[in-house]
C-alpha cells in the first residue's frame, strides 16, 4: 500500500490508462504516499470523497453531543521566532507568500474514528493509527477533458460584525488571495491551456465546533490534453506540492518553510484524491490530526505575506483548531 512518490506516480498513470478507480494519498515533501486499487471494496483506509465512502454508517450511539476537546496552542512567542525568521525570507526577497504552520497538541474523549464518523467536510479520510484529515478544500478536479483548482485563502470568524465585507476589503488577505490565484494559474499552465478564473473570492461557511467561520475561495480552470487519462500521475505530480499550503516562488519558499518550522510536515498539508475510473477528485491534506503514539497533535497554519501581523496570524492558525461539527 505504501509506496515512494515514483511508484504512485506511475501506478497512477497505469489506472488512469486502463479506468481503473484507486485512492491514493502523497505526503508534502514527496516522499512517499499512498496508493489503493479498488478502494471501495476496502476498509483499512476509510475515506469520504463528496459522498462517495467505503465506511459503515456510524454507530448508533455516536452522535455530537458531550465530548471534551482541549488544544494546548504553543505560546505567542514561540509562533514568533518562526514567523519571523519567514518575514526576513520576505525581505530578502527569497518568497513572497509563504505558508506557516503550527503543531498543536490536543486531548479530547473522541477516537479519531468517532472523529472521521462525526465530522462534516466535503474530503475525510482516516489512516489508522496515524492521522485523520476533515479538509474543506479541493486541490484540483480533473474531468470530461479538464482540469478546475480552488485555492481556499482568507478565514474568518462569522460572528464578527461586517465579516464578510471585513474578509473581502482587507488589504494583506486580498494580496494573498490574488498571489496564490496567480501562482495556480500558472501552475495550470504548465499541464493545461486556455486557462482562466470562473470565479474569484467567492465565500463558504464553514461549521465549527468553535463557531462558524468564512473561507476565502476562487474557481480556476484550463483545458487538458485528449490523452490526459493515459498521463494521469504524470499530469497530476507536475502541480505538487499544492501551491496554497506552500506559497511562490515555490523552491524558495519550501527551503524557508523547511528553515522556520525546523521538521517535516508529512502527510498534512499534502495531498490525496479518489479516481472512480473516469473522474479525479482530489484535495488538500489541511484540517488534519495526527497521532504520535498516545499523543494527538492538530495541524493549521496560514500564509504570511510582507503586510502580515504576527498576532492576527497566530491567532488565524488557532481558529482553525476545530471539529467540524
Known sequence: MFFNCDEIKKRMNKAGKARS????????????????????????????????SNSSPPP??????????????????SYLRRFNIVMEGLRRGDSYLANLTIKTPLHTSLSLE???????????????GKWICFSPECFVRIAQGKISTYPMKGTIDARRSNARETILNDPKETAEHNTIV????????RIATSV?????????????????????????EGILEENY???????????????????????ATLRLIREAEKEPRGFYTGVAGYFDGKVLESFVLIRFIGQQGSQLFFRS??????????????????????LPF
Open 229 to 251: 487519462l493515459d498521463n494521469l500521475g504524470t499530469l497530476f505530480f507536475e502541480l505538487l506540492p499544492a501551491g496554497s499550503v506552500s506559497g511562490a516562488p515555490k523552491e
Open 21 to 52: 478507480p484507486f485512492l491514493f494519498a502523497v505526503d508534502f515533501e514527496m516522499r512517499e504516499g499512498f496508493f489503493i486499487t479498488d478502494p471501495l471494496s476496502q476498509r483499512e483506509v476509510l475515506f469520504d470523497v463528496k459522498g462517495i
Open 182 to 189: 496567480d501562482l495556480l494559474r500558472n501552475d495550470l499552465s
Open 114 to 128: 468517532e472523529i472521521f464518523h462525526l465530522s462534516m467536510a466535503t474530503y475525510k479520510l482516516y489512516l489508522p
Open 60 to 77: 448508533p450511539y455516536l452522535h455530537p453531543g458531550n465530548y471534551l476537546f482541549e488544544a494546548f496552542p504553543e505560546d505567542y512567542q
Open 196 to 220: 482562466k478564473v470562473n470565479r474569484f473570492r467567492y465565500i463558504d461557511e464553514l461549521k465549527t465546533n468553535r463557531g462558524p467561520i468564512l473561507q476565502v475561495s476562487s474557481e480556476i
Open 301 to 322: 497554519g496560514g500564509g504570511i505575506t510582507a503586510n502580515s501581523n504576527s498576532r492576527k496570524e497566530y491567532d488565524e492558525a488557532i481558529q482553525k483548531v476545530y
